[in-house]
């Protein structure tokens, strides 16, 4: 007698039922690793967080420095498979600048800002800072309204 088809659903492990884990096919996006590491950093007010470093994760990272919503950026070498970034957030009296990064702009679907819409929309910012990826790198909304230039819009820091 044959296995029931949630006996074969079950069955992960093989191929012949297309139930096999595809696991070393998944894209991961930086910008929203980044982003989901520094929120849990946030909501945990940890010192110390790692995350698995590439050169866009390092470039985000450098950025956020930058700004300052990050400080103790380290690069550690392991003797396994991946070489991992730590930082932690910038606290001051155990509380932060900022409550949330969010990302805007995904693999799917991209939203671009030109440097007209980006003059229009600074006034209403006030402490809000908007991340772009632009022809001269990735700068802050800041940055690109002295450099006069617009670009991807990849994470709004409020």
């Known amino acids: ?20 884990p595809r696991v070393s096919n998944i894209y991961y996006n930086p910008v929203s690793l980044v982003s989901n590491h520094v929120n ?13 470093l590439t050169k866009t994760n390092l470039k985000l990272l450098k950025l956020l420095r930058s700004i300052g919503c990050i400080n103790n950026l380290s690069v550690l070498s392991s003797q396994g ?8 957030v910038f606290l001051y009296r155990n509380s932060t600048f900022f ?5 805007v702009s995904t ?22 800072l908007i991340i772009l990826s632009t022809s001269k790198g990735l700068v802050s ?10 670009g991807l819009i990849l994470f709004v820091i409020s």
């Open 40 to 52: 849990l950093a946030l909501s945990k007010k940890s010192f110390k967080n790692k995350i698995v």
């Open 141 to 150: 909304h800041k940055e690109a309204l002295y450099l006069k230039i617009g």
């Open 1 to 20: 007698m044959g296995t029931s088809l949630i006996g074969k659903a079950v069955d992960f492990g093989s191929k012949e039922y297309g139930f096999e």
């Open 99 to 103: 409550y949330k990064v969010r990302t």
């Open 81 to 88: 498979k991946f070489n991992y970034i730590t930082f932690s």
């Open 107 to 128: 693999s799917s679907k991209k939203f671009f800002m030109s440097y007209r819409a980006l003059k229009m929309i600074s006034t209403n910012l006030k402490s809000t």
